[in-house]
Nanobody, 115 residues
Framework: QVQLVESGGGLVQPGGSLRLSCAAS?????????MGWYRQAPGKERELVAA???????TYADSAKGRFTISRDSAKNTVYLQMNDLKPEDTAVYYC????????WGQGTQVTVSS
């Protein structure tokens, strides 16, 4: 019922920036309130990076605070993740997530931080 399409990943040098986008399409739900970003590095579990909660607030992983900013265009059911001062440990596949009665996931976009 909800399709998520991510874009914006790529290769960047340490200290660089990337902006991820996630567009949600749905023929059933008018607005999706709970949307966010997770990431999964090789050999590690998927973890929350940043998200909008059901109350409309934002939450960030400690590793993302001060460097990453989540924003949204509610009319378009689109969320963005601005990532600044990227570090090699940010390398992972980043997944968009939406929750409307159940969780939906995008296909993932690779972010590689390397010199």
């Amino acid at each position: 019922q909800v399709q998520l399409v991510e874009s914006g990943g790529g290769l960047v040098q340490p200290g660089g920036s990337l902006r991820l986008s996630c567009a949600a399409s749905t023929s059933i739900f008018f607005r999706i309130n709970v949307m966010g970003w997770y990431r999964q590095a090789p050999g590690k579990e998927r973890e929350l990076v940043a998200a909008f909660t059901s109350g409309g607030t934002t939450t960030y992983a400690d590793s993302a605070k001060g460097r990453f900013t989540i924003s949204r265009d509610s009319a378009k059911n689109t969320v963005y993740l601005q990532m600044n001062d990227l570090k090699p440990e940010d390398t992972a596949v980043y997944y968009c997530n939406a929750f409307v009665y159940k969780a939906y996931w995008g296909q993932g976009t690779q972010v590689t931080v390397s010199s």
